[in-house]
């Protein structure tokens, strides 16, 4: 298992060659965009950017491969910004879902350390989705870092084929070649409660704590309401694995029997939950099928050693989800779900 890294591991030596960037002009920048928009564009070689504690409020555009942000702790080195698909810009069109962005992350090898990506917009029934981060690039990386939002913080790319309800996504890829795209979130603490992690990538989430809001008023609980869903897949029929959580703790302030596990954006949705804890927010049938009966025949829902009051066993979860045999769960071995024909090992 890996060790936990504190902060002060997360900072590189402070004689390394990098970018400094501080809010009280004592760095080279003062905005991390500043930072990104001079960094030179070496691929994986690139310097990295050493962020300073404070709170950024930035909406970050990142589109240059090889970016590396390192903070000072994810509780010390803040990016924040609040827009939200309902603002609507000066044509008087919304924004959507992907243009609500806090960070978007738009190339391959970008890492991230001791950082919070927060979207400060507030609770979805006010303002809809409203990403924390934009993920939409290959071999990403984040290490003890928090995101933190209330309705779809995390979205991992690409963009399913077309959208359900109009003709067009938004956003800055709309339209794009789709990609198969692998991340890597380890340590990292992730907050939100109506599809919190949702898209297409192959993502890991290893020894993370996935952390559901309550959103639900008392008369709402007692009506039997549901409080969330924690992930909306939509793994495209192609790609054999999509989200992997790896000895992760699921916790809430949500009442009991509350959350599922997820339900599907796409029919060919793939979440696997190994080694994991379960609190007593997470519903007894674990899965929604997002009223897709069609899609109980071909996502790919499943657990194996589920511990805690959450737990699921084949006899309470729905009938159409997984409880993995030994031989099974050897299949999700971090070197078989990220190796990808690179043989990319972002995990030693």
Known sequence: MTEKRSAADLVMESSAPSITVASDGSGDYTTIQAAVDAHPDHGTHGLPIRVKAGVYYEKLHMDKPGIHLIGEGAEQTIITYDDHA???????????????YTAFIGADDFKAEGISFVNSAGPGS?????????VDGDRAVFRGCRFIGHQDTIFTGPLPEQPLDRSYFGGPRDGAERRKLRQYFEDCYIEGDIDFIFGSATVVFKGCEIFTKSRLTEAEVAEGHVNGWITAASTPEDIRY????????????????????GRPWRNHSKVCFLNCWLGAHVKQEGWHNWNKVEAETTVNYAEYKSAGPGAGRADVRVPWSHILTEEEAAEYALSLVLSGEDGWKPFE
């Not at 992997?244 to 599922?260: G, I, K, R």
Request: proline fraction near 7%.
């Open 86 to 100: 309902l603002k609507r810009f000066p044509d008087g069109s919304q924004y959507h879902t992907f243009h609500s």
């Open 126 to 134: 006010e303002v809809g989705q409203a990403l924390a981060v934009y």
């Open 242 to 261: 999509g989200y992997v959580f790896m000895e992760c703790d699921l916790t809430s302030n949500a009442p009991p029997q509350s959350v599922y596990l």
